[in-house]
């Protein structure tokens, strides 16, 4: 249902075929990750983090750590320098993949880009002599392990357990060639899920036959600002975005109201030359920021005490709901940030019995997504979702 198109403005591209339509949410593609190894003591087939590396060196990999242990490799004539566990993830991953065409003359990322020419001389010198390390440990060529650095700085994707997961949440990275295919939007029509180390990639919303699909490399829009994107974008993978969400015709508008502070006047986003044309001082800035984090802190700590006890406390709640009025306060009303919080506190007041007002808040948050993104994107639906459990009361 996916094909592969050359495009003279964007180079290759994946689209859906000229008769296909997909639905939101539809499967478009499922994949596995690229790097398979074995468990070095048992030969069992291994996918990437799912395994556990020799303390020494990245050249071994166990499927438990009591092969680990049986295995007389450690310390052994096979077994690597220790440098490589202190080297960054990408170089790590890099490492494995340049073994593995090595060990069995299989490029398993062929023809996936790698900008070296658009890096700064300073930099690339700088990955060039990591790599030379990577490479010594583990007797590669120093240049296969360059190449396949930079083609994981620029193709792989992070592995994170579920939707809405944060950056401290992702399990590692890995290459999945052909999601590595997909085009960039930082508004997409596409978004990702992993089933353990298997990439799922599903619609956002309705898509037309012949659509071209696009993933969002980095923060999307209304999670960063433009400028912040940009720069980010250039800087790792050496394109400057023109996305709908970054075009000339770009006003901040849709996205003051997903990160925009309440005006005190008129209550819309606080942006200049729109809305009613108050200022904010940079001295009430900074008094509401102050405010702001102390709100986050407080909510930090529900979190935390909500992942870590089954049962929901009575300071837990209080938490939250101190930080939803300091929100309420300073924040626009479709700010994502007050959605989030909504969203926990349904989820504290579930297992607590107190359906009315998980309800409520879920409602809220639902709201919020939806002012965002519209009617038909994927966040709305799952959150749609858990609305619909909530009222059957699950
Ligand atoms: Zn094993
Ligand atoms: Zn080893
Ligand atoms: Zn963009
Ligand atoms: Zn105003």
């Known amino acids: 249902m996916l094909e592969v198109r050359e495009t003279a403005s964007e ?210 829009a209304g999670e960063s600002i433009r400028e912040v994107r940009l720069r980010q974008l250039k800087e790792q993978y050496h394109f400057w975005c023109r996305c709908s969400a970054c075009e000339a015709s770009y006003s901040g508008v849709q996205e003051a109201a997903m990160i925009g502070m309440k005006c005190r006047l008129c209550n819309g986003p606080v942006v200049p030359s729109i809305g009613c044309g108050a200022e904010m001082s940079s001295e009430e800035q900074i008094e509401r920021m102050a405010r702001l984090s102390q709100a986050d802190a407080a909510f930090a700590s529900a979190c935390l005490s909500l992942a870590q006890h089954s049962a929901v406390s009575a300071e837990t709640l209080q938490s939250m709901h101190f930080c939803l009025e300091v929100q309420e306060v300073l924040l626009v009303t479709s700010n994502q940030v007050l959605g989030r919080t909504h969203d926990a506190l349904a989820r504290a007041y579930g297992p607590r019995g107190d359906t009315e007002n998980a309800m409520l808040h879920a409602q809220k948050a639902l709201d919020i997504v939806r002012s965002n ?22």
């Not at 593609?29 to 983090?49: D, G, I, K, N, S």
């Not at 309705?206 to 659509?211: F, I, M, S």
Request: proline share 6%; aromatic share 6%; glycine share 6%.
């Open 11 to 220: 180079g290759r591209a994946l689209a859906l075929a000229d008769q296909q339509r997909a639905e939101a949410g539809a499967l478009l593609l499922a994949e596995e990750a690229c790097v398979f190894t074995v468990c070095h003591y048992c030969l069992e087939a291994l996918p990437p983090y799912a395994g556990i590396p020799c303390q020494a060196c990245p050249l071994a990999w166990y499927c438990c750590a009591q092969h680990r242990a049986l295995d007389a490799h450690h310390g052994g004539a096979s077994c690597g320098v220790p440098w490589p566990v202190l080297l960054p993830e990408q170089l790590v991953l890099a490492t494995r993949l340049a073994v593995v065409a090595q060990v069995t003359s299989r490029d398993l990322v062929a023809g996936l880009e790698t900008h070296v020419g658009d890096v700064p001389s300073h930099q690339l010198f700088q990955e060039a002599v990591m790599c030379f390390i990577a490479a010594a440990c583990a007797g590669l060529e120093p240049q296969l392990v360059l190449k396949a650095y930079r083609q994981v700085v620029i193709n792989a994707i992070a592995i994170t357990p579920a939707e809405h997961a944060s950056a401290e949440d992702r399990m590692g990275l890995a290459i999945y060639p052909r999601a590595a295919m997909l085009n960039h939007a930082c508004s997409p029509n596409v978004a990702a899920a992993f089933a353990g180390t298997r990439l799922h990639i599903c619609a956002t919303s309705d898509l037309p036959p012949g659509t071209t699909l696009r993933f969002c490399y980095g923060p999307q």
């Open 373 to 394: 993104y519209g009617d038909g994107h994927l966040v709305v639906a799952h959150q749609r979702r858990r609305l619909e459990l909530l009222a059957a009361g699950l």
